[in-house]
Structure formats: C-alpha cells, structure tokens
Nanobody, 127 residues
Framework: QVQLVESGGGSVQAGGSLRLSCAASGYNYISASMGWFRQAPGKEREGVANIDSYGSTGYADSVKGRFTISRDNAKNTLYLQMNTLKPEDTAMYYC?????????????????????WGQGTQVTVSS
C-alpha cells in the first residue's frame, strides 16, 4: 500500500533552516505529483509547495523565496528545504501524493486534490 513517511522536523530559532524529507513507497513515485502542506493549531491545512513529475513547482506566497521543494526519483524521496524560518512557519508539516498524475497544474496546492498523506513532522520556530 502507499506509504509516506516524513522526517526532519524539529525546533529552531527564527532565521534558521530545516530540511524535511518524505520517503514514499507502494506506488510509481516517478509518475506522481507531490506536495507539502502544513497545519497550525486552530487553522486549516494549507498548501506550502508542490512539484509534479515534470518538475514544475508551485509555492504559497508566504514561503516564496525561502522554501524549495525538490524530489529525488531514484530514492523515491521528496524534500522541502526551509530557510529563513519565521515563527509563523510553526506547524505540523505533511507530504501528500497523487499517483498516476504527472501534471499538477492549478491543483498543486489544493489539499483535496491529493489522495495519500503522511503522518506529519512537527516544525517549531521560536522568536
């Protein structure tokens, strides 16, 4: 079955960096569109970044220029490099997959478009 396992979360001070990873298994990773989402307490889950199988990426305005999404198809792994972190980036971060969908288009940051989710990894940024 499809499995997505996130890692790399932690606690950092504002201005610091973290790199999240998401190990994927159980489906054809290369032909899937992938995304990173986050959810803070009391808030809705929001799209952070996405990358489709063609390498096209999308970012939420709040993270543009600070976060970079990438994928290693040989390792079936998705990454999110987060730099210049801010306290408002504090949230549980989730990776998501939509197998057999090479192109994400306008749906890349829409949570309902993805069918599979990991358990999440906590990111806490202190001021």
């Amino acid at each position: 079955q499809v499995q997505l396992v996130e890692s790399g979360g932690g606690s950092v001070q504002a201005g610091g960096s973290l790199r999240l990873s998401c190990a994927a298994s159980g489906y054809n990773y290369i032909s899937a569109s992938m995304g990173w989402f986050r959810q803070a307490p009391g808030k809705e889950r929001e799209g952070v970044a996405n990358i489709d199988s063609y390498g096209s990426t999308g970012y939420a305005d709040s993270v543009k220029g600070r976060f970079t999404i990438s994928r290693d198809n040989a390792k079936n792994t998705l990454y999110l490099q987060m730099n210049t972190l801010k306290p408002e980036d504090t949230a549980m971060y989730y990776c998501a997959a939509r197998p057999l969908t090479r192109e994400a288009g306008v749906w890349g940051l829409a949570a309902h478009w993805y069918g599979y989710w990991g358990q999440g990894t906590q990111v806490t940024v202190s001021s």
